[in-house]
């Protein structure tokens, strides 16, 4: 495995709990400034690959190295921000006090801390709520405080956990800007969201995890364009509709149409042909552009 220039470089990383198989075979690569997205189910092994990934428990199996260095190495560590998808605060700091609480556990020298802590606020639109108690914060706003938590110290690697699960829209496209600013400046985001859609405006490679393996691996585009897919919609006159449109691939049932997912991705000229000859009135046949989503749930359906 050569890991000299990756952020991240996984290679068949797994984790056992007694009897249970928490990561079977995991292998991923995360390049320098690089939004990669860590997609799954609930229960896929996510969370789990993630704590190995910070040292915070030892693999069965396989092996890893996170910024050129083995998992768990200190100084490694100590160049990643990372929020949690269950986070908790002192509800009594203010968040400029809980973010100078957090700089001294990252080590920012005295000196540098009021800049430092006056720079993420900024940056995570809390500049104006700095001396306002985290207890009366809302959960997105207490989400903001923990990418502010995050980005201390200019990390060189950021793990997200769910990092727009209590924003609302603007904040959901505060976080989207900001990520793309981290890549602009040569920082790895690894980006672990349920929020497809939103995974699918910002990273450029994901990997899918289904049962602790990993389905898929790759850039968006080509896993969102594996086959193409139409909408049919019509009115059978004899033949069933779905004898005739599984001539042209596989076929599912979407309401009062059919969606099809071609062979040939020049066939649609034929279907139309093929439906007119078999008696059937056709109101629509509509191409169908690929989503992550869709793609989401075809590879972890079919497991």
Not at 158 to 176: F, K, Y
């Amino acid at each position: 495995m050569d890991s000299t220039d990756a952020v991240i470089a996984v290679e068949h990383l797994t984790k056992r709990f007694g009897d249970v198989t928490a990561v079977a075979d995991v292998t991923l690569r995360v390049e320098r400034g690089e939004i990669f997205g860590f997609l799954g189910p609930n229960g896929a092994g996510k969370t789990t690959s993630v704590k190995m990934l910070l040292g915070l428990c030892r693999p069965s199996g396989g092996r890893a190295r996170v910024l050129g260095r083995p998992l768990g190495d200190r100084s490694a560590r100590a160049r990643i921000g990372y929020l949690p998808e269950l986070f908790r605060y002192h509800e009594w700091l203010s968040a400029r006090e809980e973010l100078h609480f957090h700089a001294g556990l990252a080590g920012i020298p005295p000196r540098e801390r009021s800049r430092e802590i006056a720079r993420v606020l900024d940056l995570v639109g809390l500049a104006s709520r700095a001396e306002s108690r985290i207890g009366t914060f809302s959960k997105g706003m207490q989400q903001r405080v923990g990418l502010a938590v995050a980005l201390l110290g200019t990390p060189d690697l950021v793990i997200l956990d769910e990092p727009t699960s209590a924003l609302d829209p603007v904040g959901r496209r505060d976080v989207r800007e900001m990520l793309l600013a981290l890549r602009e400046h040569g920082t790895a985001v690894f980006l672990n969201s349920h929020l497809l859609s939103e995974v699918e405006q910002i990273c450029s490679h994901v990997a899918i995890v289904d049962r602790g393996r990993v389905v898929a691996d790759g850039r968006v585009e080509d896993l969102i364009n594996v086959a193409p897919r139409v909408r049919v919609v019509a009115l059978a006159n004899g033949t069933p509709l779905s004898e005739v449109l599984a001539r042209f691939g596989s076929v599912a049932p979407d309401g009062d149409a059919y969606v099809v997912t071609l062979r040939d991705a020049d066939a649609v000229p034929e279907i139309a042909r093929a439906l007119v000859a078999s008696g059937a009135a056709i109101h629509a046949i509509t191409p169908l552009a690929g989503s992550l989503e869709a793609r989401f749930l075809e590879l972890v359906t079919q497991q």
